[in-house]
Structure formats: C-alpha cells, structure tokens
C-alpha cells in the first residue's frame, strides 16, 4: 500500500461505513471525513457514532448527515445490535433510559442496572463484586422490566471476560479463572437462557478458542492472533476452521488478535511495535495472508485497530500519528 499522508495529534478514529470520523487537534478537509475537535469525546456503539462535551450528547444523523443533539444530562448511548435505526439514551444522573427509533425518541423507562447490550427490545446486563469480576447475566425485556426474563451465574470463581455477543438466538461469551489458566466460551439460549454449547480450556493450551471479531456477512467469528488463525460459528460452538501460522510468526508477524479488523472480505491486522511494527490482510474467501507490509513508528509506538474505507487504509499509532495508506491491493469493492 502506498502511504499518502500523516497527521499528529489524532485522537481516535471510526468508521460507520459510509464516512470517516476522526477525533483530532488539526482539522482535516475531505469529502469522506468528518472531523471532530479534542474538546468533545468520540465514540462508537453499533452503528451509531455520537460525540460528547460539557453535559451535552450529540449522535450523529444519517438522514440529515450531522450530528444531532439529545439530552444535556447524557452521556452515552447503547446501540441495539439487532435495528440498525434504534439505540437507547442513558441520563447521567437518573435511572431513566430513552429509546430512540430513526432519531426520534419513542418512549422512556426507568432501569437501575448496568447494560452490555440492547437487542431485539431485550437489555442484557452483567453483575458481580466489581466492575472487574462479573460473574452473572441477566435478561431483561423492555415490556417488563421490573424481573429479569432468565439469568445465568458462571461457576465459581470464573468472571466474564470481554463484552457478551449475540448472533441470531445465542449470547455467547468468554470467561476465565486464576488469571487465565482455566477458560470457558458458553453459549446461550437469548430467550430462555438455555445453555446451547460449552467449551472449556486449561494451560497449557493444547487448543484454545482466540476469536472474538463477528463478520456479519456470514456469523462467523474470526481471529487472527501470534502464531494462529481461527474460525468460530458462535450457533453450534465449533471452530470450523484452523490454522498454523507459525511460517509468518517466523518472520516476526505475530498480529495482536485484539485489534484484528473486518473490512471487504479481508481481515485486516497489525503487529509488533517500534521498528518492528507491521500491517496486513487476509483473505476471508481463501484464507490466505494477502499482503504484509512494514511499517516502523517512532518511540516503540505501535498501531491500534485498522480502518479502511473507500480505498484507503488508516492506522492510528498510540504516539497518536495518523498513517493514511491508498489501497494498492485490489481490495475495493
């Protein structure tokens, strides 16, 4: 790929597929990005992107292509994964939550615990005796949302790692215990609370599951992590598909699966730092590596969750540098 630009004090970067969001101290002019001053806060949840600032919450409108302003007294909005035009809007200082259809709010509720996520009018919440150690989920139904639905508490000892997912029917999520020496993925029955499948693993790691990136063109999870590549259906709770990477972790690519990336059928990936940092892609269809490429930072720096749109790549360093990459690789759709 060839590098086309590089801009300092960039902050955080999202996407939402049709445009670019990035967070910064310089403004940059361009018809596929909208900028973002430091002095608001950038986030992403599901398919919306929203900015905060002084008590003031602003979601940015698909329709009217700007950001919308809500409530003085929120700070955060939960995406549903299920509607793409829904998410809920949380007051700072209440318990009241704001459902919000196609940017117009529909109803309020009040809710005293903590969401991990909104599907499908249900509200997923995890508990336990720190924000650290969650060990119990509870499902809760808008239309009554005074008794959880189901709950399911882990065996003892082991706490939720990871924000649950949900595909189709199935919530599925990691735990561990005694600092990941023991391992579960559990999947769950959404409705009932059913356990669907149960996979457990022990150091040392004969087999492990590392995935935890969903393509939503097929349901399947990927990860891409050190010397292993994976592929996970989170409806059965089987790896379908595995490979040994060791050739490329050889050659010193050993990509952190944590910032793994799903943009046009590749699985876009960074490793390394400082002078060893490097970036590439795989191919979904094929799985094969398509490309790797070097890229040296600075100061040991290395390069946080590729996003690529429109044919260009961006990779944010935590020096917070900028890297903008044009696509030389036939990977625009």
Not at 18 to 25: D, L, M, P, S
Not at 60 to 77: G, H, L, M, R, W
Not at 300 to 328: A, C, M, N, S, W
């Amino acid at each position: 790929m060839k590098k086309i630009n590089q801009i300092k004090g960039a902050e955080s970067i999202f996407t939402n597929n049709k445009v670019v969001f990035i967070r910064g101290e310089n403004e940059i002019l361009a018809s596929n990005i909208i900028f973002v001053k430091n002095e608001f806060q950038l986030f992403k949840s599901t398919y919306f992107i929203y900015r905060y600032k002084d008590e003031e919450l602003e979601v940015f409108n698909i329709n009217t292509n700007s950001f919308d302003k809500y409530f003085e007294n929120s700070n955060q909005i939960i995406g549903s994964l299920k509607n793409s035009k829904e998410f809920l809007l949380v007051e700072k200082t209440s318990n009241t939550l704001h459902k919000v259809v196609d940017f117009k709010n529909k109803f309020s509720f009040d809710f005293n615990k903590g969401i991990s996520i909104f599907y499908d009018d249900m509200l997923i919440s995890t508990s336990g005796i720190s924000y650290t150690k969650k060990n119990k989920i509870e499902v809760f139904s808008i239309d009554s949302i005074n008794a959880p639905l189901w709950h399911y508490k882990l065996p003892e000892d082991f706490t939720i790692f990871g924000p649950p997912q949900v595909i189709e029917d199935v919530l599925f999520f990691k735990a561990t215990k005694e600092v990941n020496r023991y391992k579960k993925v559990i999947g769950l029955n959404i409705k009932t609370g059913e356990v669907k499948w149960e996979q457990s693993y022990q150091i040392p790691y004969h087999e492990n599951n590392i995935t935890s990136l969903i393509n939503p063109e097929n349901n399947l999870c990927y990860g891409y992590g050190e010397s292993q590549y994976q592929i996970f259906n989170p409806l059965t709770g089987v790896i379908v598909f595995e490979k040994d990477m060791s050739e490329y972790y050889a050659k010193g690519i050993a990509p952190n699966v944590y910032r793994n990336a799903i943009f046009n059928n590749k699985l876009w990936f960074v490793s390394g730092r400082g002078e060893n940092a490097k970036f590439g892609a795989l191919n979904i269809a094929t799985s094969e590596i398509d490309f790797v490429q070097d890229a040296p930072l600075e100061n040991d720096e290395q390069f946080e969750t590729p996003v690529y749109h429109d044919g260009k790549l961006y990779l944010l360093d935590t020096g917070k540098t900028l890297h903008i990459y044009e696509d030389t690789h036939n990977n625009i759709n």
